[in-house]
């Protein structure tokens, strides 16, 4: 603890009175300095993190874990290209992430590994005293979202769901309008998953996107564990990317809490006609039921009196969208359609602006100040914040944006979701996760400029 507070009293001093990115640029004299992280994961995503943090001069990366060998070989040449000392390596079993965690010098643990290992993995590095970071979704059943709670309560170690939508320029501009009250009192949110993912659920085994048909220890990457998700489990189970951005627009968690959910599926086609179409319909895949709806619809009550429709679309053909609508008393955003409407300020009283003016107008002064250099960064620039914030946040070691509480709440959609759609649609509690603390929790300051 006396060395982490050192370091973090350290941290603060050296980098007083830098102004220019100076989340990139902290002048840590010393390795010793700096914050020394380590992934367990590194396929596509984790890859993504991984070159993301070697532009920092804040970081180290001090080991990195996966048990596919391919992987590593490429981590470690992007990690070659940089200052950054040898890095350990890890990955000879599915359990060999527990000696990384061991490493007394590793401050940060980033886990983007596929989804039913991100709770036990989190657990392990929070019991590890480790900053954890968390890719989306945290995790699969409310046991597990418990855990991820329980466990950063018992150990006082951080955790950040690494949820970048957050992040997305027009969203943040949208925060922005809601904080300075634009929309009037928040009525109604709407927002999904809404992505053709039938070229990542299937290929051929040897590259990652776009061709065959395969999956589980046939495919790579997502085919080989994602699929078997949508093979077995009716439910929304990807709901962070669209309710991430609406519960922090609607402060759930910090003076609002989702209470409770219905849900609802379609009957399924689009995977099955997918493996026909390109496989054959003599192709094994062929005979396999899918169990999740193509499109399952979820809405939420919250206790302040909004509902959220969330969305989860990924079986079928259709070009890429979130499909938020924030709504208040005086107007509101659809990103579908790239239109808000104001009463009373909007130019004609009944007629869409486009959205253009409006979100650079509210444009966000995190975007403001380091769009330029984000824009490199991946998915439109909101990886760089995202990563941003979860290395400011575990420098300090202060509580991220993002925490053990959301990651639970968002991920709790899944389980609940699964549960009504099993009995026609019937309402589903959200559990507290906050203990009541929800009613006095103050709202994280979104709106500063640093992370
Ligand atoms: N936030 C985003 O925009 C975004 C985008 C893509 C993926 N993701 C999330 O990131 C995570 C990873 O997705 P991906 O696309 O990189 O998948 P991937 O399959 O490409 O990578 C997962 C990696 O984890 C490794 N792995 C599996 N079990 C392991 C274990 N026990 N120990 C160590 N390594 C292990 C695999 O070998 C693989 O390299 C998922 O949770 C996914 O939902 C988020």
């Not at 955790?159 to 970048?164: P, S, T, V």
Request: charged fraction near 25%; proline fraction near 4%.
């Amino acid at each position: 603890m006396n060395t982490r507070r050192n370091f973090i009293k350290k941290a603060t001093i050296v980098s007083a009175g830098i102004s220019v990115l100076p989340n990139l640029t902290y002048g840590f004299s010393t390795n010793k300095d700096k914050l020394k992280v380590a992934l367990i994961g590194v396929g596509l995503r984790g890859t993504n993190h991984l070159t993301n943090l070697l532009q920092r001069e804040d970081v180290i990366i001090t080991a990195i874990c996966d048990v596919d060998p391919a992987r590593i070989k490429i981590a470690e040449e992007h990690i070659k290209k940089h200052k950054n000392p040898k890095v350990k390596i890890f990955g000879k079993d599915d359990y060999d992430y527990k000696n990384l965690l061991e490493l007394k010098e590793i401050d940060a643990v980033i886990i983007a590994t596929p989804w039913l290992w991100h709770t036990r993995m989190a657990v392990d590095s929070m019991k590890a005293g480790k900053y954890t970071g968390l890719e989306v979704s945290a995790a699969n059943t409310l046991e597990e979202c418990w855990d991820l709670v329980n466990v950063h309560e018992e150990t006082g170690s951080h955790l950040m769901i690494l949820e970048n939508v957050n992040y997305r320029r027009d969203v943040l501009a949208v925060l922005n309008m809601v904080k300075q009250n634009v929309f009037g009192e928040m009525i109604h949110f709407r927002c999904g998953y809404q992505h053709d993912l039938r070229f990542v659920m299937l290929n051929d085994g040897k590259s990652a996107y776009g061709k065959g048909v395969e999956f589980g220890d046939k495919g790579i990457s997502e085919a080989a564990w994602r699929t078997q998700h949508s093979v077995l489990r009716n439910a929304d189970v990807y709901p962070t990317h669209g309710v991430g951005p609406i519960a922090v627009m609607c402060d759930v968690n910090r003076g609002n809490r989702m209470v409770s959910l219905t849900s609802h599926a379609t009957k399924s086609r689009g995977m099955h006609n997918y493996i026909v179409e390109n496989g054959g319909e003599n192709h094994p895949n062929a005979k396999v039921n899918f169990k999740m709806g193509d499109v399952i619809t979820s809405t939420i009550e919250t206790a302040n009196g909004e509902t959220i429709i969330v969305t989860h679309d990924v079986h079928l053909p259709r070009p890429y969208s979130l499909g938020f609508r924030v709504q208040g008393t005086k107007g509101l955003w659809e990103k579908d359609g790239d239109r808000i409407y104001i009463e009373g300020q909007s130019k004609k009283p009944h007629v869409w602006d486009d959205s253009k003016e409006w979100l650079e107008k509210y444009d966000h002064p995190l975007w403001k100040k380091y769009g330029e250099h984000a824009l490199g960064a991946g998915h439109g620039g909101m990886d760089f914040f995202v990563i941003n914030a979860f290395v400011e946040s575990a420098k300090e070691n202060i509580p991220p944006p993002m925490d053990a509480y959301d990651a639970a709440a968002w991920s709790a959609i899944t389980p609940l979701s699964e549960r009504s759609i099993e009995n026609n649609g019937e309402p589903q509690d959200f559990p507290d996760f906050t203990r009541g603390n929800w009613i006095k929790n103050k709202p994280y300051n979104w709106m500063k400029g640093t992370f």
